[in-house]
């Protein structure tokens, strides 16, 4: 169920409860849901540009999480999870063949640090995960088992992890895909050495070795009304009538750009009626890439869609992204041609996605983040030589708001540097762009522009971009 935490954390946390207790006071919980809330969303947030999607989450009473590589929690990447996530689980840290390479010899490192970082930044943490086929170390997968032995072995494992970080977990994929496609369980080599029976052991493992954790059986191609989410149904339905202890049902959401199942709400919400609380807990939305602002505008609603039918049932817990920037997804890895799945660009730029998610937790732009397509850029080198060029960029509003401070981003092909500008501020990482308003342009009125130029150097070729964003919203250029 939602509700609040009451884990003492980083002194952000106490902040925020105690903001969160003055804006329930004057009526900030703006659902029929209980807000576990909303942190900073108190009127300097609500001023502010740009969202906070934690902020904005906890004051709807659900939580906003991303996968987490414990490596990266560092630099940009390390201040937008701060920042952004209310939750966190890392994406590979707390599997067993990362814990347990060998029997009887653990490595907590990636781990300790995932569960440090949430402790310091006010989050919670989604351990993932206890009991799942892939990602053992080969000492489980080629052993040779007999029920009494790999039960041992594997309530041990879950004792050891789950005994460890007690009381520090808030949820965890005690189980991890144990279906197939058909809704047959997966032979695993703990169904098949053990039987039906390992999925009530583990939970019951699970609940001994951290009584507070909410417990939960996750699995993915589960977030519409199938065969495999009726077969996960069943389980549960029965697992409850057994008394065995399960909290939650974590549907994973690695979708399709396109294919987001019309029955994701119902289903979400007949698993709630079984007595359960769910969370989706993967999230990601790949497409073909290079992606084209079309692609991003839907993938902006389906996000937006998403985040909605979780705030739209109870008992749903909170979303994860399963990673929050396209550096860090494991799309481009499995599915070749296949990626642009996350909120943010490669370059932690926010993407039309982010925005969709923030507007489902109830943002407003205020106009400053017009639809796609809304904007218009030109991009004109207007003089160039062997390593130097000045450019003239205008953007458009072609939208029906005004645009009230902007920041136009763009990503150079050929290794281009700025070197200097006028009439916006250029900042650059990488081959990542960002042009801000110079402040007296800052108003961009609808049907009219604003220009900016530059000098930049540049070596091998000066090939211009095509893709802008505006506050993080896909513009159109010629
Ligand atoms: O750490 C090694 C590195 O040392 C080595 O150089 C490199 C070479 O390939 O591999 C690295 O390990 C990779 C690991 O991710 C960390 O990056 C593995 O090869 C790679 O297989 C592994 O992929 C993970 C995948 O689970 C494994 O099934 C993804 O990062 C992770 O996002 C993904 O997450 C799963 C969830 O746990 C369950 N649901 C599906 C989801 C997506 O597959």
């Known amino acids: 169920m939602r509700g609040t935490s009451m884990k003492p954390q980083s002194l952000r946390r106490a902040a925020s409860v105690i903001l969160a207790a003055a804006s329930l006071l004057i009526g900030g919980a703006t659902s029929g849901h209980a807000a576990a809330g909303p942190g900073q969303a108190g009127p300097d947030r ?14 709807k009473g659900i939580y906003y999480g991303t996968a987490v590589t414990a490596s990266k929690l560092s630099g940009t990447y390390g201040a937008v999870v701060g920042e952004q996530f209310d939750s966190i689980t890392p994406g590979n840290e707390m599997k067993w063949g990362s814990v347990e390479p060998t029997r009887g010899t653990y490595n907590w490192s990636g781990a300790d640090a995932v569960v440090d970082y949430a402790e310091a930044h006010g989050q919670k943490v989604r351990g993932h995960t206890l009991v799942w086929h892939s990602q053992l170390p080969d000492w489980v997968s080629n052993g040779s088992w007999t029920a009494g032995t790999l039960r041992t072995v594997m309530t041990d494992h879950i004792a050891a992890e789950a005994g460890r970080y007690k009381g520090r977990i808030d949820h965890w994929d005690v189980v991890n895909e144990p279906f197939n496609e058909d809704g047959t369980r997966r032979q695993s080599v703990f169904q098949t050495a053990i039987g039906d029976s390992y999925i009530a052991e583990s939970l019951r493992a699970a609940r001994a070795a951290d009584p507070a954790a909410k417990l939960y059986v996750n699995d993915y191609n589960v977030e519409g009304v199938n065969a495999k989410s009726t077969a996960l149904y069943n389980l549960v339905k029965s697992l409850k009538e057994q008394g065995v202890p399960i909290d939650g049902v974590g549907l994973q959401a690695h979708l399709i750009l396109g294919q987001v199942p ?32 079309a692609q991003l505008t839907q993938q902006k609603a389906e996000y937006k869609a998403v985040t909605g039918a979780c705030l739209a049932v109870a008992r749903c817990e909170g979303v994860t992204v399963w990673g929050f920037t396209d550096s860090d997804s494991w799309i481009p890895d499995v599915f070749t041609g296949y990626g642009a799945a996350t909120p943010y660009d490669e370059n932690f730029r926010p993407k039309p996605a982010y925005y969709g998610i923030a507007e489902a937790l109830g943002w407003t732009d205020g106009g400053t983040n017009p639809p796609t397509g809304a904007c218009a850029v030109t991009y004109a080198v207007q003089s160039q030589w062997n390593t130097g060029f000045t450019a003239q960029v205008t953007v458009r509003n072609t939208s029906t708001t005004a645009v009230n401070g902007w920041k136009l981003a763009w990503s150079w092909p050929a290794g281009q540097r700025v070197t200097q500008a006028w009439n916006a501020t250029l900042t650059q990482s990488g081959a990542a762009v960002t042009a801000a308003d110079a402040g007296y342009n800052a108003a961009i009125a609808p049907g009219a522009s604003a220009t900016f130029g530059f000098n930049g150097s540049w070596s091998g070729g000066n090939t211009a971009p095509t893709a802008f964003t505006l506050n993080g919203t896909a513009c159109t250029s010629p």
């Open 262 to 293: 019309s029955t994701l709400q119902a289903n979400i919400q007949r698993f709630a009626d079984l007595g359960v609380d769910v969370a989706i807990t993967e999230l990601d939305i790949r497409m073909t890439t290079p992606p084209t602002s």
């Open 46 to 59: 609500q001023a502010a540009a740009e969202p906070v999607l934690r902020d904005l989450a906890a004051a």
